[in-house]
Structure formats: structure tokens, C-alpha cells
């Protein structure tokens, strides 16, 4: 059967896109999906304590954005341009986006922070990306949280006053150009009782590239190409989840990210071992889910892939039908907007 990409459309309204973050990180709302029933829940974020279980397993990833956002000139002609990192490939070299990008072709130079920080087009690589090499004087995420700005998506246009809101509060490991924004809930205090109630939780670590982003642009969702992200998965990480597995616990992902993750990296029993890699999986419906059995995570865009991967678990029609619900209740949507939890 093929699934198209016009199957995972909806329209919403454009005022329901959250422009700031709440004051409150565990006061945004939580709609609660049964997946079996297709049942609706209207709940508050910090409530989500009431569905967990001791012996469970909360997989979180503690990935950490960096201000990855540039804005700088070019050195030839002075013509503004945006730079946005995508991926460390060595130590000063970057796969970048570059706004305008037809006329950053190799050799041309840039210019940032009035000189502070300066860089060559290297070459054009997959999807029209640039290699570029940085140069400066002392440590470069020094020069970067100086000059950088956070990589809000584009359909936020309200300035960000701090950039840990656009940071869970378990960030750790730097490498993201995007925030696993379902993560973005939790409170330090919350995950405190979490753990208080016997709950186990695991970290795991996936850069989150663009490509997650990236709209589908076939009909035939199966020839969509996911772009390669960097993962990691701790031994303590595998041991928690494992443990739930083995026990009849579940195994319950903060975000399409840990999901992706722990799906990524387990063999075909469902088992996890200390690994690292990169992965392109693609979830979208009749896949057969390995490790997660429920999931924590916000409202997606139409047609994109994470709604592709929410319809894997809980079926497209319901998730649909749920959106319908988020959106005439008038729920947030997107990054900064409110959660749901696929149970």
C-alpha cells in the first residue's frame, strides 16, 4: 500500500503555533492518548507523573543545542549572509547551511562579529550544504556563544530573551542545531519525583541535525530521504532499559528523538548494548516498534516525518483525530507549544 504524504495533512490555524516558551515549563497541557482506545485525556504537563510506573523506564536524550545560528558578511562585498551548523566533521570544519546559498560557492570568504570569527567555503555537498572551515584565536565554543544565536525553526519569528528555554534542563552534550523539544517540559523538581516513584531514567544522546525538519517532498512518503544523525547509547543507558524490557516494565521515550534512538540501536529482541553510530531510520506506519511502548512528545507540523512516526504508534486516523481535538480546544503547537502523551 503506498502512504502518501497528502494522508498526514491538516490544517492549523496559524495563531496556535507557540510563539514563547510558558513561564512554567511543566504548566503547558497534555493531551493523553490511549492507543488502543483511541480515549482522550485533557491534562496538565505535570500530571504526567499520575501515568507512570515504578519499574518503568523514561528514556530521555541529553543532547545540547549550540547557538548555531551565524550572522556575518561576506568578505568580497559586504552582503549579509546566515550561516547555521549542521555537523562537526573535524575540528574546525562544518557542514553548514548558508542563506543565500547559490552565490556561496568554494574559495569565498566570511566574516563574523566584525572579524572575531572568519571562514572558507570548503564545498558543496549533499542537499546544496556547505564545508566550511572556521578561523580564530582561542576556543571556538567560546567565540560561538559569543557571536552565535539559537537556531529557532522558521516558524517562530518572536525573539528568544533566554536561550536555556530553547535547552532542557538535562542538556549535557553539545552537537544539536535543533532542541528535542518534548524534553523541553520537564522540570528538574518533576524529574526528581519521577525518580522518587520508583521510575528508572535512562539518557541516551542524539545530535539533532535538520533533517529532521526537512519537509517531505515526494508523494510516496517511502522516497523521502532522512538524513543521517549521530547517536549514542550509554551502558547504564542500555542496563535501565533492558531491565524494564525484561521485567513486562515499559519503555516510555521523551521525544521522536530518544525514540529514534533506542529504535536505532537495538537488535532484533529488542535488547540494547553501549553502542554509538549514525542512523537514518524513518518510522512511519507498519513499523513494528522494538523498545518504546509509549511516548512523550509535542504536536507536529502536517506532513512531516514525526507525524509520520506518532502515526506508526498510534495509528494515522487517531492521531488525525486527536490533532482535531488539540486544535479545537485550542492547544499549542510545535516547539514551544503543549505535549501529548501516546499511551
Known sequence: ME????????????????????????????????????DLEHRIFHEIIDY?????????????VIPARLLGVREDTGAAVEVLLLKRKEKDVWETLVKPGKKARPGMRLVFGGG????????????GNRLIRFHYDG??????????????????????????RYQTVYAKYE??????????????????AIEEKGVDIAY????VGLGTFR????????????HAETYQVSAEAAEKINRAKKNGRR?????????????????????????????????????????????????????????????ALAGREQVLHAYEEAIREKYRFFSFGDAMFIC
Open 204 to 207: 541516551v544522546t542524539l545530535h
Open 215 to 226: 519537509p517531505v517532498k515526494e508523494e510516496n512518503i517511502l522516497e523521502h530521504h532522512m
Open 251 to 311: 519503555v516510555i521515550c521523551v521525544g521522536t528523538t530518544s525514540c529514534r534512538t533506542v529504535e536505532s540501536a537495538a537488535d532484533g529482541r529488542g535488547m540494547l548494548k553501549a553502542c554509538c553510530g549514525d542512523t537514518q531510520i524513518f518510522i512511519y506506519p507498519g513499523y513494528r516498534f522494538k523498545v518504546l511502548d509509549a511516548l512523550i512528545t509535542n504536536f507536529h507540523l502536517p506532513e512531516s516525518t514525526l507525524v509520520m512516526l506518532v502515526s
Open 3 to 38: 502512504l502518501k504524504k497528502s494522508d498526514f495533512c491538516f490544517d492549523l490555524p496559524q495563531e496556535l503555533i507557540a510563539q514563547d516558551p510558558l513561564e512554567d515549563r511543566s504548566g503547558s497541557r497534555l493531551l493523553v492518548l490511549h492507543k488502543t482506545t483511541g
Open 139 to 164: 576556543i571556538f565554543e567560546e567565540v560561538l556563544d559569543r557571536l552565535g544565536e539559537m537556531p529557532l525553526p522558521p516558524y517562530i519569528t518572536h525573539k528568544l530573551q533566554d536561550k536555556n
Open 52 to 64: 507512570l510506573n515504578p519499574g518503568d523506564c523514561l528514556v530521555l536524550n541529553d543532547t545540547k
Open 175 to 192: 552537537g544539536s542545531a535543533a532542541a528535542p523539544t518534548a524534553g523541553l517540559h520537564f522540570t528538574k523538581e518533576l524529574l526528581h
Open 116 to 127: 572575531l570569527l572568519t571562514a572558507e567555503v570548503l564545498e558543496i555537498v549533499e542537499e
